[in-house]
């Protein structure tokens, strides 16, 4: 291949690194035309499934970062280039290699990070981003209302004290007049706790 046709090759395939959510790296040996075309349908709109050369794809790879996926360019390679979700496109491939067992996951990239063969594998067992997040939307649902009931209960309980407060008030209102006591009996009753109170003051200010 021509010098200025590899840095082409070299420089498209760093774009797809850059430009994609997740790229999974596979070997393809024994899989027909119609399979691969089949498999690169199942990636879903924007993603790609292209055949790549291992020497041209590991510099690539070197400059946006990913040597380390240098061990796994060997053999017939093929990579998927995911532009969407990466768990919908891991459940893809993984379906697809349990139907076509000639399909081998190598590893790959996913949304930066270089992750081995058993990652991927791990990745399409995760729930959806869909599924994830109308988990979420229920968790924060749930949550709301249990902060309303939350908010309610310091309301309702200043509504059980205002009460009890009234009904203080009141049962001192119909005590008050036996308070009412002739002056001599007055005069003549000991000291109490409320004219003890009552001295403090007079006391503090000499």
Do not use: C, W
């Amino acid at each position: 291949m021509p010098t200025q046709a590899k840095d082409a090759a070299i420089a498209e395939i760093t774009s797809q690194f850059q430009d994609s959510s997740a790229a999974v790296l596979t070997e393809y040996r024994g899989l027909t035309v119609a399979q691969l075309s089949q498999l690169r349908r199942s990636l879903g709109a924007g993603s790609s499934y292209a055949v790549v050369k291992n020497t041209l794809t590991k510099r690539a790879a070197d400059s946006v970062g990913h040597a380390d996926l240098a061990p796994l360019l060997t053999g017939p390679t093929a990579i998927a280039f995911i532009a969407g979700d990466p768990v919908e496109a891991a459940k893809a491939i993984r379906d697809f290699a349990k139907a076509n067992p000639a399909l081998v996951v190598k590893g790959g990239v996913v949304e930066g990070r270089t992750v081995d063969a058993a990652e991927v594998t791990r990745l399409a067992d995760v729930e959806s981003r869909e599924v994830l997040l109308a988990k979420l939307a229920g968790a924060m649902k749930g949550n709301l209302t249990k902060a309303a009931g939350l908010f309610q209960a310091p309301l309702s309980q200043v509504a059980r004290l205002a009460a009890a407060l009234q009904e203080k008030k009141e049962a001192a209102g119909e005590t008050l007049p036996a308070a009412d006591a002739p002056a001599e009996d007055a005069a003549a009753a000991p000291t109490t706790p409320d004219t003890d109170a009552d001295a403090a003051p007079a006391a503090s200010d000499d």
